[in-house]
């Protein structure tokens, strides 16, 4: 029996009908056509079909769409159209950090929830909050590298829009 | 895999999770947080016909620090654990034991509750729980009731639960100031199961060891409470004559399996280690 979903895909209400063994993942990409959440491992290992529930990276694959109720889901196709994570995108493809790039949207997920949380975070830290990731192209050295890149580079322009703030400020 | 077939109902109140559980006798699941019952039907572990959502149960929500005891409810997320300010103050072994759950993306959902409830042998919370002395708050048809941490893991995945009966929270024992803890495991890789890990908590007075209460996990198919070592260091001031006589009663705790490749004297070893590492961690602790 079908049970009734209503949550906010990507900005957008969405209600469907959906049968309970459907998980989030496969309610994103059959039902609702959103490819760019991908199927690894389907049993949380590999980390491909992470999305934001919430604000919080969450397995797609562990997630029931049932329970998914009253939530609010973001996919890597909602981060890339608003330009969330243009510049992860950017440093991923100036430093090489994908190859067939399965992983990229599970990895853009963890590294954007990382960046929230953490504006400069160390090396082990981004090593840590990729731990659940799994990447069989790269090696991992240039996803670290993009993502510590694009955090220096946020965190240098928070301070100089801080400084340009107060300089106006002080001009005022 | 794609997850066999069930029914999914949501109960609103533990009444009607019973209700609902009765009804298909021996073939429903309560779903929490759902990160062991989900992948364990995607590997065909189980198929239950039914799956009950709980998530939505007021009771089951909250941490909140009352007379004697911390309540941290069931639905506590892993994440949750890790940075609420209440479980760093009064649990704190919960709050070191959760950088070691899992992964990030799993600790956003997986719950304390359903973590207890599955009693994983290699998991953290269980072995945390068990050091900390806590209690676990149960909810049946029968009525409410705690059960000692001591007493609530029974063998491999077998826990004190009756059929129906549903996991509310944990209520950890307000802990005195001075009381130190340390938690501390060795795994292969970051947020894989451990091959053995530790809780640990003492009482200090005067510079004396008045109270010790030790769990170690991946050793067995239960957490497993480290008696001998407890009391070979009651008496005593936390010192390196201390801690090897600890260590060398924990054969007496401790009996893991032998697994190929991994034999059981090598664990014992490790768990020696352990116990050595988190005892030298209390006795930096400021």
């Not at chain 1, 459907?22 to 199927?39: E, M, N, V």
């Not at chain 1, 604000?55 to 797609?60: C, K, L, Q, S, T």
């Not at chain 2, 676990?136 to 009966?165: K, M, N, W």
């Not at chain 2, 010790?212 to 991946?218: G, V």
Request: some cysteine; hydrophobic content about 45%.
């Amino acid at each position: 029996m079908k049970v009734l979903v209503n949550t906010k895909v990507n900005g957008t209400p969405v209600q469907e009908a959906v049968t309970p063994r459907s998980s989030l993942a496969d309610f994103l990409r059959d039902d609702l056509g959103l490819t760019g959440t991908h199927l690894g491992c389907e049993m949380g290992a590999c980390g491909a079909c992470l999305v934001l529930l919430d604000g919080a990276p969450v397995h797609a694959c562990l997630v029931l769409a049932v329970q998914a109720e009253g939530g609010t889901v973001e996919t890597v196709e909602g981060l890339t159209e608003t330009g969330a994570v243009a510049d992860l995108q950017e440093n991923f493809h100036d430093r090489n950090a994908l190859q067939c790039g399965y992983c990229t949207s599970g990895m853009l997920m963890s590294a954007q929830a990382l960046l929230a949380r953490n504006a400069a975070p160390s090396r082990d830290e981004i090593r840590d909050a990729l731990s659940g990731n799994y990447c069989r192209c790269t090696g991992y050295e240039a996803i670290v590298d993009a993502i510590a890149a694009t955090g220096r580079a946020r965190a240098a322009a928070t301070e100089s829009a801080q400084a340009a703030s107060a300089n106006t400020e002080a001009a005022e | 895999m794609k997850l066999p077939a069930f029914e999914y109902l949501r109960a609103r109140s533990p009444e009607e999770a019973w209700q609902l559980h009765s009804e298909v006798e021996g073939d429903a699941v309560y779903l929490s947080g759902g990160h062991s019952v989900v992948p364990s039907m995607a590997l065909r572990l189980q198929a239950p016909s039914r799956l009950i959502d709980i998530s939505g149960i007021a009771d089951l929500h909250g941490v909140v620090a009352q007379d004697n005891a911390l309540r941290i409810g069931a639905m506590t997320r892993h994440a949750e654990v890790m940075d609420n300010p209440l479980v760093a103050r009064h649990a704190p072994l919960l709050a070191l034991a959760a950088p070691h759950v899992a992964h990030p993306a799993i600790r956003n959902r997986g719950t304390l509750g359903g973590n207890l409830a599955l009693a994983d042998p290699a998991s953290e919370f269980p072995a945390a729980v068990l050091a900390l002395r806590a209690e676990i708050e149960i909810i049946g048809p029968e009525g409410s009731r705690h059960v000692p941490a001591d007493e609530f893991f029974l063998d491999l995945y077998e826990t004190a639960l009756a059929p129906g009966e549903i996991l509310t929270a944990v209520h950890v024992p307000l802990p005195p100031a001075s009381r130190v803890f340390a938690f501390d495991e060795i795994a292969r890789r970051r947020g894989d199961y451990a091959m053995v890990g530790a809780a640990a908590q003492a009482d200090l007075e005067k510079g004396m060891i008045v109270d010790a209460s030790i769990a170690f996990f991946s050793v067995g198919f239960t957490p497993v409470r480290a008696k001998a070592a407890q009391a070979a260091l009651i008496g005593a001031p936390l010192s390196r004559e201390s801690v090897a006589r600890a260590q060398a009663s924990l054969a007496e705790d401790l009996d893991p399996p032998d697994d190929p490749g991994f034999p059981a004297h090598r664990r014992l070893q490790l768990a020696r280690v352990l116990l050595g590492r988190v005892l030298n961690q209390m006795e930096t602790r400021p």
